[in-house]
């Protein structure tokens, strides 16, 4: 109920249980590492390193990337399995990072 009030009611949009929340991987760009439809953890902050995978807003879409390189308040992230880098996104795009990974079975 608490989450249906959050989302729903609030208009969040996504779920905040205890500072936690998931989301499930839609594409291969995190392939080796996080598989389509793998479950997601993700601690919600904005407190990340380089090499933490992390997920972000992108428009309308939750993205999970490796940050590649925090430059002033630039943070560059790649999927592992692209060839080239994301778009620059800043900390108030971090939604949080991801702290387990659930694989589909």
């Not at 989301?23 to 902050?45: P, R, W």
């Amino acid at each position: 109920m608490y989450n249906i009030i959050q989302m729903s009611l609030l208009s969040k949009p996504y779920m905040d249980v205890f500072g936690y929340s998931f989301f499930q991987v839609k594409t291969g760009s995190m392939s080796g590492t996080i598989e389509v439809g793998d479950i997601v953890i993700v601690k919600l902050t904005d407190d990340v390193k380089e090499q933490d995978i992390v997920t972000f807003r992108s428009g309308n879409d939750f993205v999970t990337h490796r940050l590649m390189e925090i430059d002033g308040d630039q943070l560059i992230t790649k999927g592992d399995a692209n060839n080239t880098f994301d778009k620059p996104i800043t900390k108030k795009d971090i939604i949080g990072k991801v702290i387990y990974i659930f694989a589909n079975v």
